[in-house]
């Protein structure tokens, strides 16, 4: 399916310009606006890396050059197998560094034998009003689930976040079934793209693509 969509997205933009790609160039720190992070930047095994450190609270590198509205967003993650210190995953529609929405994952229970603990693998938030918390005392399982394939906790997987007006779906590793799929809380309509990480964790991210409606 992933490679389809590639070539629907292709003749998008050579027949109708229906679709812009843009380029994301992340092979220097100087590319980020950084909050309550420290960003370094190096190559590993053909990949241009960006490391976020771990600090207490949340934290995210937003891309200084990119405006994104709907589309679809790509990238590689890296977190760990700690429990409750890996939260890795992508914010979008950043107004500003506490109004945005964000997919995210915690590997630490991508493998766990308890079902609940499994169905917490992925997670929509859409801050301030909607953290997860609140989402998942009011709205139990709406906003978070299991993926559907097994991960290493610290391994590499590919995450990619189709945005809609009304729908957003997030898929790993190319698989043709998304693992979460919510509608917007907020009227988020566009704004920023940044690496997020949570309370007491750093992460790893790399091959950022954005192909933008």
Known sequence: MYKSIAIIVVAFVSCANLVQAQSVDISSADNFEVINRHVIVHD???????????????????????????GIIELDVMGKDVMQQSFVGIAFHGIDDSSFDAVYFRPFNFLAADAIRKSHSVQYICLPKYEWSYLRENFPGKYENALTQSIEPSSWFHVRVVVEVDKISAYVNNDNTPSLVVKPLANYTTGKIGFWVGNGSDGDFSNLTVLQH
């Open 44 to 70: 590993s095994a053909n990949k241009k890396i960006v490391h976020l450190d771990a600090a207490e609270g949340d934290g995210v590198a937003w891309l200084k050059t990119i405006n994104f509205s709907t």
